[in-house]
């Protein structure tokens, strides 16, 4: 049990469960003691924000941590180090969804690589390429996506 830290807040009540995986995940002792730290800082953050585990996601545990690295000035806080973590452990617990896979393009910019349903890329190899209509990005000899 992580009796020696204290856990306010909407993640409080997977203060003990953290602890556990962390160690069946092969955490050493002392890492998991400040992993559950940064936890439980970030759990009291959220509760200040009236938020709830409900508005957990990845964009959030960012905000934090550049929050974190800003009032300590470091660019690497516990919450950078430690977060990415128990963020694993929210997934696995099935309280946080994982974050879509990212690409960058050519300029360096993130692109998901996730579509939510139904959504279309016209690059992408699809019913109107098979058929013989040329995507706009075809049309114009996109370089990176081969003879059209």
């Known amino acids: 049990m992580a009796d020696s830290v204290r856990c306010t807040g909407p993640l409080a009540v997977h203060i003990d469960a953290l602890h ?8 050493s002792p002392g890492r998991s003691v400040r992993c559950e730290h940064a936890f439980a800082r970030f759990s009291s953050w959220i509760a200040r924000r009236h938020l709830e585990l409900a508005d957990l996601d990845g964009d959030l545990i960012d905000e934090y941590v550049g929050q974190e690295q800003e009032r300590i000035g470091s660019k690497t806080p516990a919450a950078f180090q430690y977060l ?6 929210l997934v696995a617990a099935g309280v946080m969804r994982p ?6 393009n050519r300029g360096g910019a993130p692109r998901l ?8 890329d016209p690059g992408d ?3 109107a390429a098979v058929a ?3 995507s706009r990005h075809r049309e114009v ?3 990176d996506r081969g003879p059209g």
């Open 20 to 27: 556990d995986w962390l160690g069946h995940s092969g955490c």
């Open 84 to 89: 990415p973590i128990a963020s694993r452990y």
């Open 99 to 104: 974050a879509a896979p990212v690409s960058r």
């Open 113 to 120: 690589l996730a579509r939510s349903p139904g959504e279309h």
């Open 125 to 127: 190899g699809d019913l």
């Open 132 to 134: 013989g209509i040329r």
């Open 141 to 143: 000899g996109r370089r």
